[in-house]
């Protein structure tokens, strides 16, 4: 298993400036993810974070807005730039621990982010 | 693309099973079906997953149809703490393993 904690938990921004949100993880893993979910949604994934090496983003989303580091394999930041009211959303990071890709995904808990 | 289908919300009482459906007829042949549910202001706790065949654990069960266009997840005896939105999701390798969550059903359960 694996537990996940995200900072901050919550947060208000004005429009235009940008928000980093930490993910931090209890143990090694290989792969993470970054979801956003909308209010009231599902969940869409942003990207995969890829240790060492530049996030892969799913369609729609791309680097200059939503830029991922993954330094190490317990941790991760993604930054929500130049913000504006249609970014708020809870932004959710998950891992899969093990080798197994398609076993058990751990979500954290999930940064709520309301922007004026 | 890959898309799941759920009724947007189902009743249950307490103390009763509950069946719920999903489909996905654009499933290909290694899609793996998952169920995640979401309990308010938390993130998707795992469920249940499965292939091709049915699939029980100590939560529910996963009935897959034989063509694999739809499943069902049962809660055998449902409690008052399995009132959440249940999402059925495709997981599907495609450069890396990726979710494909659905719009999800908010079951509520009565007392």
């Known amino acids: 298993s694996a537990v996940i904690s995200q900072k901050p938990s919550r947060d208000i921004c004005q429009r235009g400036t940008s928000l980093t949100i930490q993910c931090q993880v209890d143990?090694?893993?290989?792969?993470m993810f970054w979801y956003r979910q909308q209010p009231g949604q599902s969940l869409t994934l942003i990207a995969t974070a890829n240790q060492g090496s530049e996030a892969t983003y799913e369609s729609g989303f791309v680097i200059d807005k939503f830029p991922i580091s993954r330094p190490n394999l317990t941790f991760s930041t993604l930054t929500v730039s130049n913000m504006s009211p249609e970014d708020s959303s809870i932004y959710l990071c998950?891992?899969?621990?093990?080798?197994?890709?398609?076993?058990?995904?751990?979500f954290g808990p999930g940064t709520r982010l309301t922007v004026l | 693309d890959a898309k799941t289908t759920q009724p947007n919300s189902m009743e249950s009482n307490e103390e009763e099973p509950v069946h719920l459906p999903c489909n996905h007829s654009t499933i290909s042949g290694t899609d793996y079906i998952h169920w995640y549910r979401q309990l308010p202001s938390q993130g998707p706790e795992y469920v249940i997953h499965g292939l091709t065949s049915n699939v029980n654990n100590r939560m529910a069960s996963l009935a897959i149809a034989e063509d694999r266009k739809s499943s069902t997840l049962i809660l055998h005896r449902a409690t008052l703490r399995d009132a959440a939105v249940y999402y059925c999701i495709l997981g599907r390798f495609s450069g890396t393993y990726k979710y494909i969550f659905g719009t999800g059903t908010r079951l509520k359960v009565l007392a």
């Open positions: 998950s891992v899969v621990p093990g080798l197994l890709s398609y076993n058990e995904q751990f």
């Open positions: 143990s090694q893993v290989t792969m």
